[in-house]
């Protein structure tokens, strides 16, 4: 049930110069902003049809559009679960990931099997009052992807038990008040 | 606490940040051993709302500001900093409404600053336009770059027009540009290119200073049309909180292109990620 066609007519109607340059009333720039969500809403199925399509297999696509305040209710719950990174480009690009996680220990590993350097920092504060009660990620999992040209690649992210109780060893954490 | 090091470094870059005021300072490209003192900081400029030689307000259309000089969010920013092998993080808080974190990945050539500026408080009465400024000691000679229309870039003069003789009267509206993806100042030998993820405004009002304006919240209408003054509420009625990134290069003035069309390139055309719950199929690599 795949439709790109609501994002593409979304998209034709925000190029009209208020939707550009943000000089419409505020609830025009409400619909501009709702047909544009519905537009991605429905692109989903498209994309997750075409991701099935070369992978060769039927998964439950996730897509986590709130990844830049730390919010995404898959990786924040699951115990496993699969990153997969498309680029666009017609070149190999590596992309820093940072995802919302609730463990302080990560293993993620690559396509062959190769574990992946990766690193849990704590949520800023900046973070977490921007995000209000959308998320409770306490964590986020940073590590780099790459992807190759016009393809992607999979990430298998397993949280590993801690049984230290947060990050004390790795952080190096510093408090300061200029002045 | 005594100050310890306030220095961020990877493969490419350090960042020196000043221990009394929490700013940035220094930025060093250690593969060409290019060293720029370079201060950053919010500033707000207060929206006008008409004067004796204009009632032209501040709005959606227009960008006024009844003054040159803007005010600072803060003239200081707390510190906290977080250094691991992938990230290292320095994060300041400028005010409760205004903070950022500058990042260095491992490898990565370029220093990134999150930012993060709202619900711009308005129980002053003032409309605000925030903006995020870079001053370094580049000889730039009322010159900067912008690059309209997501297109060529052009280099654009304070107080100048090439196809007629400019009489100046908006110091700071009359020299802002489109900037679609990037921004930079250079001289003979160094260039500060800013690479951003949206559409902003941006100029350079003082040589060897560059600016990008991130957030604006207004109280009165520009009579241009939109009949409403620009005055988002976003969640719950506090006004709208913005967060988003530049990227900071600094490099030759003759090898920063090779820099920032490959990287803004990247920005535009970011990979996609996709979840999916379990540990997923084998990887096909055709």
Redesign the interface.
């Known amino acids: 049930n795949a439709n790109s066609s609501v994002l593409r007519q979304a998209m034709g109607v925000a190029q009209h110069h208020d939707a550009v ?6 609830h025009v ?1 409400n619909d501009y902003a709702k047909q544009l969500s519905s537009g991605w809403d429905a692109c989903q199925t498209v ?2 049809n075409a ?1 099935a399509s ?4 039927k ?6 559009p709130y ?3 730390s919010v ?1 209710l ?2 924040e719950a ?1 115990e ?10 017609a070149r190999p ?5 940072r995802l919302p996680v609730n463990g302080s220990h990560y293993s993620v590993v690559d ?2 099997g190769q574990a992946v ?3 849990v ?2 949520v ?1 504060s ?2 977490q009052a ?1 995000r ?1 009660d959308r998320g409770y990620a306490a964590n986020e999992l ?4 790459s ?1 190759p040209p016009l393809g992607y ?2 990430y ?1 992210v ?1 949280r590993r038990p801690g049984k230290k109780p947060a990050l004390a060893r ?10 | 606490a005594a100050p310890l090091s306030w220095t961020i470094q990877n493969e490419h870059l350090r960042v020196v940040f000043d221990p009394s005021t929490g700013l940035l300072k220094t930025i060093e490209n250690l593969d060409k051993n290019i060293s720029l003192p370079v201060s950053q900081n919010f500033f707000w400029y207060n929206a006008s709302t008409g004067n004796q030689e204009n009632n032209q307000a501040s709005g959606a259309y227009i960008f006024r500001p009844n003054g040159s000089e803007p005010f600072h969010v803060s003239q200081r920013a707390r510190l906290y900093h977080v250094k691991n092998q992938v990230v290292q993080e320095v994060y300041q808080n400028f005010s409760a409404w205004c903070s950022q974190v500058v990042r260095l990945y491992a490898g990565e050539p370029y220093v990134e600053l999150e930012w993060t500026v709202g619900p711009i408080p308005i129980q002053d009465g003032l409309g605000k336009e925030v903006i995020s400024r870079f001053e370094t000691n580049l000889q730039t000679d009322g010159l900067f770059y912008t690059d309209s229309n997501g297109r060529e870039i052009l280099e654009r003069r304070r107080d100048y027009r090439a196809t007629w003789n400019l009489s100046q009267t908006e110091p700071v509206a009359g020299n802002y540009y489109p900037v679609n993806s990037r921004i930079y100042i250079k001289d003979k030998k160094v260039q500060l290119t800013v690479l951003t993820d949206r559409s902003q405004g941006g100029s350079s009002i003082l040589d060897g200073s560059l600016e990008l304006m991130v957030h604006r919240r207004l109280l009165h209408d520009d009579a241009r049309g939109v009949g409403e003054p620009l005055l988002e509420p976003g969640d719950y009625h506090h006004g709208l909180v913005v967060r988003g990134r530049h990227l900071i290069l600094l490099d030759t003035a003759e090898s920063s292109a090779d820099q920032h069309r490959l990287r803004a390139q990247q920005e535009f055309m970011a990979p996609q990620v996709v979840f999916a719950p379990g540990g997923g199929p084998p990887y096909q690599p055709g």
């Open positions: 340059s943000g000089t419409a009333k505020q720039t994309v997750s991701l070369i992978m060769g297999t998964e439950n696509f996730i897509y986590c990844l830049n305040i995404c898959l990786t699951a496993t679960f699969m990153v997969i990174v498309y680029n666009p480009l690009v590596d992309w820093n990931m396509p062959n350097l990766n690193e920092i704590p800023s900046f973070t921007v209000r940073v590590f780099r992807a992807a690649r999979t298998s397993s790795e952080l190096k954490r510093l408090l300061y008040r200029p002045g």
